[in-house]
């Protein structure tokens, strides 16, 4: 007896707040400039409220939206490579604050982690193991995730972004590629590995490390690399590139004076232009910055400026919201630690991040609310 009117009491609960509901609704463009105003996580959470919410919050009107309206206003992510818990945070140039992310949830099932590359809102993971196949689609906003199937070798680099000539704002590609040259490409919407059917090129060796990542720009993934030449100093150096919507590896040139010298290069992005810190030969403290102003052609690389660190051994990572540099280096107290340098006044500043014995990476991280799920299990759903 008790039960039952436990039960007509929550039917009558329920019927008062729809009632309520319908009462107060909102135009949908009306719900969406609303929803726009909230953070990501609260979307998120809105999600489950109603399934007209859901409907909105998850339209590709709304998520496009949304996503356009990050891109203006992107974040540093930086990934601590061998550290739990909080492998992965974000920095806040304004407040000088970090606000750390939980663990990826699949973080138990491996040794450590290496982050492939960020795009879209999403983060592309592998294990550092020995076996790299096991590879993560990770939105950390939303909290959801997919195990993406297993490629056909263990891969030896990975690259990761979005095929932008597909009109899908979820058409994320993986391309690996292997220690015999073969490489496949990874996509999300088919939930299915395809062969390259020409491979990588066999002349060339990538030069990748923690601080020497892939990064993704015009529709394409960059590695630094150099010409095969049994690694004698005087191999040309070169970018090799790889387009999600042709799934083609092409070659870039370096600047002529650059490609020959050897010194350290490490890829980055800039304002949306590739962009590349080139280590002045003689010297591990000082890099000039170098900007590719028309994508694809040679000639328009363009020296910015030269960053001179007198009397320290560091490394520029990655950039700011504000065009600054993060560093790895010696701060004044003693000790590795995280710096920003400021080109406009010529200054290095710590941070207050002590990096005594681990790696770190700095990506660019746009705010999405798209979910990684292949096109069918959404299909599925519907």
């Known amino acids: 007896m008790q039960l039952e009117t436990m039960h007509t009491h929550m039917k009558k609960i329920c019927g008062d ?16 400039d609303i929803f726009l105003r ?11 409220v109603c399934k007209s919410w859901n409907s909105l919050i998850t339209s590709q009107s709304f998520v496009e939206f949304h996503l356009n309206q990050s891109m203006r206003n992107p974040r540093p992510l930086l990934f601590r490579h061998g550290v739990s818990p909080s492998h992965i945070g974000f920095y806040s140039t304004k407040s000088q604050e970090f606000e750390n992310l939980p663990d990826p949830p699949f973080c138990t099932e491996l040794a450590d982690l290496d982050v492939v590359g960020s795009c879209n809102g999403m983060l592309c993971l592998c294990s550092n193991g020995s076996d790299r196949s096991l590879i993560y689609l990770w939105n950390p906003l939303i909290k959801k995730y997919i195990t993406l199937p297993k490629p056909s070798n263990n891969p030896r680099y990975l690259g990761f972004g979005v095929n932008s000539m597909s009109g899908h704002l979820d058409d994320f590609k993986v391309v690996t590629i292997y220690a015999n040259a073969n490489a496949e490409v990874y996509s999300l919407r088919s939930n299915s590995w395809k062969n390259i059917e020409d491979g990588f090129p066999r002349s060339v060796e990538i030069n990748c490390s923690h601080i020497n990542s892939s990064v993704f720009v015009k529709g394409s993934v960059h590695w630094c690399a150099r010409l095969s030449c049994y690694f004698k100093n005087d191999c040309p150096w070169l970018i090799v590139s790889f387009d999600f919507a042709k799934e083609e590896f092409h070659k870039v040139k370096f600047p002529e004076d650059m490609s020959t010298i050897d010194a350290d290069k490490y890829l980055n992005v800039l304002d ?15 890099y000039e ?40 280096g010696e701060c004044r107290h003693g000790g590795n630690g995280l710096l920003i340098y400021n080109p406009h006044c010529e200054t290095f500043k710590c941070i207050g991040v002590h990096l005594p014995h681990y790696a770190i990476q700095v990506l660019t991280f746009v705010e999405s609310i798209i979910t990684p799920a292949p096109q069918s299990a959404i299909m599925g759903r519907s």
């Open 38 to 48: 909230l953070e990501t996580k609260s979307l998120a959470q809105l999600r489950c």
């Open 272 to 286: 949306g232009y590739l962009c590349v810190f080139a280590t002045v030969p003689g010297t591990f403290r000082a």
């Open 289 to 328: 910055l170098w900007v590719m102003k028309k994508y694809g052609v040679s000639e328009s690389w363009t020296k910015l400026y030269k960053i001179d660190k007198p009397q320290s051994i560091w490394w520029p990572l990655g950039f700011t919201t504000r065009g600054k540099i993060f560093i790895r």
């Open 17 to 32: 707040l729809e009632m309520r509901r319908k009462s107060f609704l909102l135009p949908d463009d009306v719900m969406m």
